[in-house]
């Protein structure tokens, strides 16, 4: 299947799942549909919509919600996790540190909108700030759901290693206005911050630590092999 077609068959699942997940008693059952589908088009418009976004897209959101469904009963308020995973990344702006802020602020603003209580919209901002922000410390003071909130989205250093090189080459694509030297010296502090702290927090995804770190190492090994990547690359 091609790229284009599989991102139109993604998406059109995902916009069926913001409308089931809008339309929740969690949210509130009275929520209009141009608020539901103007909240849709937003969403479409930053994840799909903005080309340079290669790794950011919502082939990265679809793999997280695949993994939240697997263990969405462990979650307390499953609802808001997931909510959190269509936000924590809609606003996202290379080289700009307000990043995780502003996609927050847009949450909080829908939120109000609903009718959201504050607690709730407290909830919502930490789980959009763990996930970007990945605590280093295992001891650090997250809840569950933040816990997997933040698991979720490193999931995809555990997969395959045709996988995961794909998404780092990815990840420079979006960096494209930066030098390969730029790029491998910034990436290669990432991944040496991500070796020196346990990567998942949770019982369920310490299934995949080894994986993980191994992936990271090699990464490491054959960077030549990630910046070799150009933006104008062609998508299969």
Request: glycine share 2%.
């Amino acid at each position: 299947m091609q790229y284009a077609q599989r991102l139109e068959k993604i998406s059109m699942r995902l916009v069926w799942r913001w409308d089931k997940l809008l339309s929740s008693k969690v949210f509130g059952q009275h929520l209009s549909d141009i608020f539901i589908a103007s909240t849709a088009s937003f969403l479409s418009k930053h994840y799909v919509e903005q080309e340079w976004r290669r790794y950011h897209t919502l082939f990265h959101l679809d793999r997280m919600l695949t993994e939240f469904d697997t263990v969405q009963d462990k979650l307390k308020h499953p609802e808001l996790v997931e909510f959190a995973i269509f936000l924590h990344d809609v606003i996202y702006v290379i080289g700009q540190k307000d990043n995780e802020l502003k996609s927050a602020h847009i949450a909080k603003h829908w939120l109000l909108q609903m009718g959201a209580s504050a607690l709730t919209i407290r909830r919502v901002v930490r789980l959009i700030t763990v996930a970007t922000t990945h605590p280093k410390s295992p001891k650090a003071r997250l809840t569950n759901d933040e816990k997997y909130m933040s698991d979720f989205d490193l999931y995809g250093f555990s997969l395959s290693w045709d996988s995961v090189l794909g998404q780092a080459r990815d990840v420079r694509r979006e960096f494209s206005q930066f030098s390969d030297d730029e790029f491998r010296k910034g990436n290669g502090e990432f991944f040496m911050r991500m070796l020196q702290k346990r990567i998942y927090f949770t019982e369920h995804f310490a299934q995949y630590e080894v994986y993980a770190r191994e992936n990271i190492l090699r990464l490491l090994k054959n960077m030549d092999q990630v910046v070799m990547a150009r933006p104008n690359d062609k998508r299969l």
